[in-house]
Structures are given as structure tokens and as C-alpha cells.
């Protein structure tokens, strides 16, 4: 029987856990906070003036790190490849069964630390005005998480992507494909402007 998460990179879990955070921290205090979205801010009167455009921003610091582990995902594909500056089929492997879904879970994890506060202590630190739709939030909370999911593993494709096409290289050899990309790019637009834009709703 296969255990769940069995195959997740535990070292690569947890560097892309500690980097989503510690980048979103230098975020929020770098952008000024009508362009930038924080759970937190739903325990006060003050929120992101466009709550989708500063959501959207949040989703950077995942986006980064995801980009970081393709680049040195592409750093280490070259020696012993099967084509000039092609990735080895092992490798390839490895990268969509195991790097791929950690930096997913990873993105999850990381943005569920970031709203844990906000879920713990909600009944305390609510605004008032939305403390009686706490179950509507925290299913929004979940779609944020795997927007953060979506986009750590965009990050990770699009450096790939972005390395094959500038190698060149024989049609149909590249590891990543533009219809894979819009689709895990349209799953966390999708997730993540979903749950902005039900929040911009509820908080008004």
C-alpha cells in the first residue's frame, strides 16, 4: 500500500517552506499593504484596496521559489543528458513525480503557516462585521492554499520551460509544454482569484 506523500522530497520541502515564508515576510513589509494581502488584515478595519491585485501579489514569494528549484533543476540536468543541453529521461522523471508535488505541497503548507494565526484566533481578532462567516473564510483560506500550491509548481515548469526553449532543441523533445503550463497557471488564477474576489464580497 502506498503511503500518501511518501514521495515528497523531505529536504526540498522544507527549504521551499522556509524560502516561501521568509520571502512573503520581506514582502509585506516592502509593499505598502493596499498591494499586498495578509489573513491578518481581516481582523482589522483595514484592507488591501484591491484585494485581487495585492492577493495576486502574495502569490509571488511562491512563484520565486518555485522558479529558483527549476533553474537549479536545469543546472543539474546537463551533465550525461541524451541531447545537448536536454535533460536525462531519469531526471525528467524525477522532477514531475518528485520535485513537482513537493513544491506543490510545499506552496500548500507554507501559505496554511501563514493563515494558521488568523484561523486559531479568529473568534478573539475578528472584525466583527465578518467574524459570523468564519466557515466561508476558512474555505477560502483553502482555496489561497492551493493557489499557493498551483503557483509554486508554475514557478518550478516555467523555469524549465523557459531554459528548453532558449537551449532550442527537436519539436516535440521538450519536457514542458505551453498547454501544461496554461493549465497550472489557469488552476491557480483560478483558485486564487476565486477566493479574493469572494472575499472582496464579504468584507465589502
Not at 5 to 13: D, N, V
Not at 73 to 91: E, I, K, N, V, Y
Not at 93 to 103: D, H, I, N, S, Y
Request: net charge positive; aromatic share 14%.
Amino acid at each position: 500500500m502506498r503511503v500518501p506523500f511518501a514521495q515528497l522530497h523531505a529536504p526540498l520541502f522544507a527549504v521551499a517552506v522556509f524560502g516561501t515564508l521568509c520571502l512573503s515576510r520581506l514582502l509585506a513589509l516592502v509593499i505598502p499593504t493596499d498591494f499586498y494581502f495578509t489573513f491578518q488584515s481581516l481582523f482589522s478595519d483595514r484592507s488591501p484596496q484591491n484585494l485581487l491585485w495585492s492577493a495576486l501579489g502574495k502569490s509571488a514569494a511562491p512563484l520565486v521559489v518555485g522558479l529558483a528549484v527549476g533553474l537549479w533543476c536545469t543546472l543539474h540536468w546537463r551533465a550525461g543528458a541524451g541531447r545537448p543541453g536536454g535533460p536525462r529521461p531519469g531526471f525528467v522523471r524525477r522532477v514531475r513525480g518528485q520535485f513537482g508535488p513537493t513544491l506543490f505541497a510545499a506552496g500548500f503548507f507554507a501559505a496554511f503557516l501563514s493563515a494558521w494565526p488568523a484561523m486559531v484566533y479568529w473568534d478573539l481578532m475578528a472584525n466583527p462585521a465578518v467574524a459570523h462567516l468564519k466557515p466561508v473564510f476558512f474555505g477560502l483560506y483553502v482555496l489561497y492554499m492551493l493557489g499557493f500550491g498551483y503557483v509554486s509548481l508554475l514557478g518550478l515548469l516555467l523555469a524549465i520551460y523557459l531554459h528548453e526553449h532558449w537551449q532550442g532543441g527537436p519539436p516535440g523533445t521538450a519536457s514542458v509544454s505551453m498547454k501544461e503550463l496554461s493549465r497550472v497557471g489557469a488552476l491557480w488564477l483560478f483558485n486564487s482569484g476565486l477566493a479574493a474576489s469572494a472575499m472582496k464580497l464579504l468584507t465589502g
